[in-house]
């Protein structure tokens, strides 16, 4: 539970003192000022409800609606801005909508803009803000030539109700906008990783497989104009080829197995993790005990982030040994991977460990690094366990 002690210093105000200070006078302007804005935000919240409602039963009444909680939205926007200036209360700003391109159509926005939470919200803030702003404004004005010298205490009581009025009505507090941003976030997170991958991809066919096919083709050509002239050099220049098409398969299956190993969807994670192990520099134990098998979404992304840790191990690690555990926990995968190298490694220190955490935040899960100087690395990573459907665990 925040307590006032929690909060930032910026959003606590000053100590009150019988002499007026800046604070003070600000907080003397925002309670002026309440009746004014009071009065346009009222006049605009009833003017928008009634109209709105009485054209509800047209074509117009509830995209009207939608675009009157939009602005109700701007209002608490400005709202915000102005109780951030004068009372120093630092309040996010609520996720914003999507529009009709991103809902999927224009009814799917519709309906979404009519159950806008922090619209209704803000329309609640503006109807009660007159009748305080009456209040306020009385007692601000009247209080400079009466409560003189009690004036501060008074002002900063009606300013903290004020404060609790910006952060009950029109802060971010719902656990669902909350969610929301997160999830933004972490759609962007995925969409660039799948970029990235593409990019990867790409690259590793153009200038492995790719350009070791086109030299092939040309070797072959060659080989064909030369089998009537020189069949013992043409003969030469095919099994050069041979070897070639070898070493382009090796490249595309390795590619492949980038991408998603055969082993993977064949057997699972702990063939496929006593595949990866055997590839590293140093002994890797791997321990993987599970029920059942998951998701494939899953069970790829925990093959992954081994094969990246275990990357990391072989490159930096300078270690003697390693290990890999994998076991299911309640409704979550965890993976441990860890090493007797020589510590040191950094959320941002070049290797991976950012990109990793990142990835796995995209999915609901948690990466936790603990690698102290000359003491190894131990790295914990924790997925949503999500079960095959039938179709997915009959191929397994």
Known sequence: ????RDLPYEDQPPPVRAVFGAATWKEIAHLSANLPAGVAGFVFAVVMVSTAGGLSVTAVGLPLLACGLFLSRQWGRLERARARALLGVRVEEPTALPGPRRAGGFFPWLWTS????????????????????????????TGLFVLWPVLPYVVRG????????????????????????????????????AAADLRRIERDLHD??????????????????????????AAAMVDEAHGE?????????????????????????DAALSS????CVVPVTVSVDLPARPAEAIEGIAYFVVSELLQNVSKHARARSAG???????????IRVSDDGRGGARMSGGSGMAGLAERLGAVD???????????????????????????EAGRG
């Open 365 to 391: 899960g948690v990466f936790v690094l603990d690698s102290p100087e000359g003491a190894g690395t131990v790295v914990t990573a924790e997925l949503p366990w999500r079960a095959r459907v039938p179709a």
């Open 158 to 193: 009606l300013a903290n109700v004020d404060r609790a009025m910006v952060r009950g009505l029109l802060s971010p507090s719902d656990e669902l906008e909350r969610r929301i941003a997160e999830l933004e976030s972490d759609r962007g997170t995925v969409v660039d990783t």
């Open 114 to 141: 009519i159950k806008d939470p922090v619209g209704w919200r803000a329309v609640l803030y503006a109807l009660i803000r007159l009748p305080w702003g009456v209040l306020t404004f009385t007692v601000a004005l």
């Open 245 to 269: 098409v070898k070493l382009a398969l090796q490249e595309l299956r390795d590619l492949a197995r980038g991408i998603h190993p055969a082993v993977l969807t064949d057997r699972g994670l």
């Open 276 to 279: 990866v192990a055997s590839r």
């Open 208 to 233: 492995g497989a790719q350009a070791r096919l086109v030299a092939l083709a040309m070797g072959l050509g060659l080989a064909k104009e030369k089998l009537l002239e020189d069949p013992e050099g």
């Open 1 to 4: 539970m925040t307590t006032s």
């Open 324 to 334: 890999v555990e994998v076991w299911r926990s309640g409704a979550r995968l965890l």
